[in-house]
T-cell receptor, first 113, second 116 residues
Framework: AQSVSQHNHHVILSEAASLELGCNYS??????LFWYVQYPGQHLQLLLK??????LVKGIKGFEAEFIKSKFSFNLRKPSVQWSDTAEYFC???????????FGGGTRLMVKP | DSGVTQTPKHLITATGQRVTLRCSPR?????VYWYQQSLDQGLQFLIQ???????AKGNILERFSAQQFPDLHSELNLSSLELGDSALYFC???????????????FGPGTRLTVL
């Protein structure tokens, strides 16, 4: 069975700081990888996704993620965070055998103005 | 707005009761997924329907059931409710369930269930 680990449960940053959120997954086969964001009181929104090709993926709102197959990782990065990035971030995986998503435990990011 | 609607937004009920959560997928999407988000279990996949038929099952309790109707809306039925069933229940939809190429899932706003 596949699983996803997000090691940072809570992150507090000041505006303009750089962000990196860790995500590791366990699954032996081919996977598709995602980062979702959940702003307070809102639904989950897709930030970016990786299927194949260039392991550096660019998403919305200046976010990017790098797939490192040898490390089973898909870390999310943003060079300079804004107060409006305050949200909970979820890493997710699905394999090519099915369309269900397996989510990590989430990371709550607070950006101080 | 993702185009996925869920009703009701909030539901408060008592232990032992039964409730029904409703989801309307985005126009044209054939697949519906249900997820549960709770403090102790995180976000977990419950069940998937595609064009009226069950496609995949996750960590769904036997007290829970779902169905997808001909108009493609879906209902999640939760019965014999327990305190631990209190959670946010999300519905998502996608165009089709193909395993060969991912079809993005669009999430609804969720139904917050509180069992007292």
């Amino acid at each position: 069975a596949q699983s996803v680990s997000q090691h940072n449960h809570h992150v507090i940053l000041s505006e303009a700081a750089s962000l990196e959120l860790g995500c590791n997954y366990s699954y032996g086969g081919t996977v598709n990888l995602f980062w979702y964001v959940q702003y307070p009181g809102q639904h989950l929104q897709l930030l970016l996704k990786y299927f194949s090709g260039d392991p550096l993926v660019k998403g919305i709102k200046g976010f990017e993620a790098e797939f490192i197959k040898s490390k089973f990782s898909f870390n999310l990065r943003k060079p300079s965070v804004q107060w409006s990035d305050t949200a909970e971030y979820f890493c997710a995986v699905n394999n090519n055998a099915g369309n269900m998503l397996t989510f990590g435990g989430g990371t709550r990011l607070m950006v101080k103005p | 707005d993702s185009g996925v609607t869920q009703t009701p937004k909030h539901l408060i009920t008592a232990t032992g009761q039964r409730v029904t959560l409703r989801c309307s997928p985005r126009s044209g999407d054939l697949s519906v997924y249900w997820y549960q988000q709770s403090l102790d279990q995180g976000l977990q996949f419950l069940i998937q329907y595609y064009n009226g038929e069950e496609r995949a099952k996750g960590n769904i309790l036997e007290r829970f059931s779902a169905q997808q109707f001909p108009d493609l809306h879906s209902e999640l039925n939760l019965s014999s409710l327990e305190l631990g069933d209190s959670a946010l229940y999300f519905c998502a939809s996608s165009a089709n369930p193909s395993g060969r190429s991912y079809n993005e899932q669009f999430f609804g706003p969720g139904t917050r269930l509180t069992v007292l």
